[in-house]
């Protein structure tokens, strides 16, 4: 792609770093917010800067929050004996739609991933570990996505908490709700038969 | 969508007014750039702020340059003469990629459209129609897209140019090189039977 404009490639090479962003996309954008009045482009720029520089992690769960304990970990109406072990921010915002969950979260930041290079020290799991041996903790509920990475980071946290009085539990697999049968691959179908539940106790769930 | 922070809702909110980025994909986005070194943040950020406040555009044919005037109009190569009239500067950078065009071009910032509040004045068709004027034009190409907007664009300009002495001509349409007729639309299949070339001619063309 050839630029008239040296400021103008700048912004489109930069914009196009963004995962799932290419040049077209990126020239795209760029092309928009110079159609637009100045102030909306300074206020996405400053949006970012600022989010970036002024970032804060909840000191309990790890969750971004703008205080030092997010609005979950210091929601009294919230259980913390349950926690609910996810990967990303993304995850806890999922949960938190469903409105099914009253406990708190740990976000890991990541999975043990030894292809990419992140061993258990990249991860936030440390002071997982550290409050399950404060007794703080009654039941964690790994909710890691089923892949290998995730089983791999599920199988070393529990290993870990080894000794330590606490039940674990992982989020049900299964066929998703207003699915066909037919289209359900093997190994989600499988499990779903596998873990079945009490016909009594699903009539309970809406 | 439920933010844990301010800073972060604020964030996506202001990536999310781009076109085609949605909330979840604009979540995406500031996830990667919140996992990325603060200094990736901040080029994105003053190259889009940079670009929007230090922008020019070539006095002659309102491309975006970073002179006066831009590098095709002070190309001593190019004939001034022969201009090709187009909506923005994507289409000069599609058309220089063809290797296939010596003469200028003429950026209009858009097309006439009384339904978006876009009209003649709103375009650079002014200093067009001055250049003409000015007998510097010899042949004037329009290359608009072939939608209402662009067919009224060119014909406005048409009008324009009356008692002037110019030769206009538009693109070509017709069957995109290497496309099956059967997958073709009407219209565009029409035109090229009606605008057919001498097949000695066509043999001339790589």
Redesign the interface.
């Known amino acids: 792609?050839?630029?008239?404009?040296?400021?103008?490639e700048?912004?489109v090479?930069?914009?196009s770093?963004?995962?799932?962003?290419g040049k077209r996309?990126a020239?795209?954008?760029?092309?928009?917010?110079?159609k637009q009045p100045?102030d909306?482009?300074?206020?996405?720029?400053?949006?970012?800067?600022?989010?970036?520089?002024?970032?804060?992690f909840?000191s309990n769960c790890h969750?971004?929050?703008?205080q030092e304990i997010?609005?979950?970990c210091s929601n009294p109406k919230r259980d913390p004996g349950t926690v609910c072990v996810v990967e990303?921010?993304?995850d806890?915002?999922a949960i938190?739609?469903t409105g099914q969950y009253r406990g708190l979260y740990h976000v890991l930041g990541g999975k043990i991933s030894p292809v990419e290079g992140i061993g258990p020290q990249d991860l936030t799991i440390a002071s997982l570990i550290a409050k399950a041996k404060e007794g703080k903790i009654k039941e964690m509920i790994f909710a890691l996505s089923s892949t290998m990475e995730g089983d791999t980071t599920n199988f070393y946290i529990y290993k870990q908490l080894e000794g330590i009085d606490i039940k674990t539990s992982t989020i049900a697999r299964g066929i998703a709700v207003g699915d066909e049968l037919e289209y359900a691959d093997e190994v989600t179908l499988g499990r779903s038969i596998l873990n079945r539940i009490p016909f009594e106790g699903s009539l309970k769930l809406s």
Do not use: W, Y
Request: charged share 25%.
């Open positions: 792609m050839e630029f008239s404009s040296k400021l103008l700048n912004a090479d930069e914009m770093q963004l995962p799932g962003i996309t020239l795209r954008l760029v092309m928009h917010l110079l100045l909306k482009t300074a206020r996405l720029s400053s949006a970012l800067l600022t989010l970036k520089e002024e970032i804060k909840c969750n971004i929050s703008d997010c609005e979950i990303d921010i993304r806890v915002m938190e739609n």
